[in-house]
């Protein structure tokens, strides 16, 4: 699987990306396209055992800032548990001003920098980035990267990063539990058997059946049955999954409320932007 995935992330810092438009290895989310900030305090990860979708890492040391217990991470791009195993090494390793200059300013991807995280990184994400720094990943990044524009507002720059809270977070996660789990949402019962207090799911149902010829009907009654059948199991007795977030500058509703059919279902409107959660009740 790693030779396999270095294999393909080499190919697209080469520029044939469009060979790989129908794999899930053909990007990587280096920032998070949600105000994570906004809507933590209604998820409330404080102490709580936490699922969530590793997508940027952004998620995680959010998590992490918030006082998270545990978080278990799963993704079903490989790309992203590398990306986010990076970005929590990073955070271990520089200072606060070099890990922005790092991810988000005009160092980004700098390979001095790389060389200070390196040896926090386990071997396979070892291998997974030297082969990338070897291909030129300093300069080519943009090609393998979703959010190649980058600014410093809130909606792109998490609090986390900010002086105040970047130490806490590299302390807190001292404390808490990681687990890394690459796998498809619609398997993820299968490959844990714990119990969580909230399931972050971002806005996975928006990208979940876009490679099924569904209509939007067809694609939340599936939805819908996957997470009261199946994904509720891993929720603790008053748990709250969050269904979906809007990232900035979308109104849409993934979810109509009359298709939901579920007394527990819980709408959170939060600047331009809307989350759906669904509350376990005992």
């Known amino acids: 699987m790693l030779r396999s995935d270095i294999k393909v992330a080499n190919r697209i810092l080469d520029g044939f990306g469009e060979d790989y438009s129908n794999d899930h290895r053909n990007t990587i989310y280096n920032t998070a396209t949600e105000e994570i900030d906004h809507f933590m305090p209604v998820l409330n990860v404080e102490n709580k055992k936490v699922l969530a ?3 940027s890492g952004d998620q995680l040391l959010t998590c992490a800032l918030n006082g998270a217990k545990s978080v278990d991470v799963f993704d079903i ?11 929590v090494s990073a955070l271990k390793a520089l200072s606060v001003g070099e890990f922005n200059d790092y991810f988000y300013k005009n160092l980004i991807f700098s390979r001095s920098l790389y060389y200070k995280v390196r040896d926090y990184l386990d071997n396979s994400t070892k291998l997974f980035f030297d082969s990338l720094y070897k291909n030129d990943l300093e300069s080519k990044f943009y090609r393998l990267m979703a959010n190649e524009h980058m600014d410093d507002s809130f909606s792109v720059i998490p609090s986390y990063t900010k002086e105040e809270n970047y130490y806490l977070t590299r302390d807190n996660l001292e404390k808490m539990d990681i687990r890394y789990i690459t796998s498809d949402l ?32 067809e694609k939340k009654d599936k939805f819908m049955k996957f997470v009261n ?40 409107s939060y600047l331009d932007n809307e989350m759906i959660t669904l509350k376990k009740t005992r």
């Open 53 to 55: 979708v590793a997508g």
């Open 186 to 217: 619609l398997k993820i019962h299968k490959k844990t058997k714990k119990e969580y207090d909230v399931i972050m799911l971002s806005n996975i149902y928006k990208w979940l059946y876009s490679n099924k010829y569904l209509t939007e009907e």
């Open 77 to 87: 791009n490989p790309f992203q548990i590398y990306f986010t195993k990076l970005k």
């Open 229 to 268: 059948t199946r994904l509720i199991n891993l929720l603790s007795d008053d748990g709250i999954i969050q269904l979906y977030s809007s990232a900035s500058g979308y109104k849409e509703k993934a979810l109509e409320e009359e298709s939901l059919r579920n007394d527990n279902m819980g709408y959170y």
